[in-house]
């Protein structure tokens, strides 16, 4: 089992949907989520970046983090054709050295139709 | 503010040449540093690590190396490409100790 799974989709949705992805992750020790967002031909940009459960808000963008399910989502309300990419999870524990090493999913493919 | 580069932005490559990636990052001193290599349908694959001038982590055992001859320098390496090595090849830092990693621009590797 992947220590970050998530589902590669494609997924495909009209303008102005609200667009869940969702991430799993098995290993109990990982306190750090962030979402990447990868325009095709691009290196990932950091979206959105949490260390808590509960949820972080920043302008058409959620995430939300659940440890005790283990589970990671991004929301993202009245989406834009300039959404569609590739959103990457990824988690992280805190080793407590220098050497933070991330853990990525293999990322959604989102398209957002006008 | 931070900038990270990445040279050359393409590169098609033959089986069985050398290959030399570079990665520079302005605006900070002492950042840990990254090579990623991304594959279709394979998801991010780190592949070194750095926490300083002349000290690399291997995550997996291959034909590449990493070498950092300076603080904000760091540079990917082959003696011999094999056609498995074609994918896009990232660079990312972070502040030590921060949590927040950024990416450089990528390079599209092909090897034919």
């Known amino acids: 089992q992947k220590e970050v799974e998530q589902d590669p989709g494609p997924l495909s949705v009209p303008e102005g949907a609200i667009v869940s992805l969702n991430c799993t992750y098995s290993n109990s020790a990982f306190q750090y989520f962030m979402w990447y967002r990868q325009y095709s031909r691009k290196g990932p940009e950091l979206l959105m970046y949490t260390y808590s459960s509960g949820n972080k808000e920043d302008g058409r963008f959620t995430a939300q983090v659940d440890k005790s399910s283990k589970y990671i989502s991004l929301f993202i309300r009245d989406s834009q054709p300039s959404d569609s990419a590739t959103y990457l999870c990824?988690?992280?524990?805190?080793?407590?050295?220098?050497?933070?090493?991330?853990?990525f999913g293999k990322g959604t493919l989102l398209t957002v139709n006008p | 503010s931070q900038t990270i580069h990445q040279w050359p932005a393409t590169l098609v490559q033959p089986v069985g040449s050398p290959l030399s990636l570079e990665c520079t990052v302005e605006g900070t001193s002492n950042p840990n540093l990254y090579w990623y290599r991304q594959a279709a349908g394979r998801g991010l694959q780190l592949l070194f690590y750095s926490v300083g001038i002349g000290q690399i982590s291997s995550e997996v055992p291959q034909n590449l190396s990493a070498s950092r001859p300076q603080d904000r320098q760091f540079i990917l390496s082959s003696k011999k490409l094999l056609l498995s090595d074609s994918g896009f090849y990232l660079c990312?830092?972070?502040?030590?100790?921060?949590?927040?990693?950024?990416f450089g621009p990528g390079t599209r590797l092909t090897v034919l």
């Open positions: 990312a830092w972070r502040y030590q100790g921060a949590d927040e990693q950024f």
């Open positions: 990824a988690s992280e524990k805190n080793s407590g050295g220098s050497n933070y090493k991330l853990t």
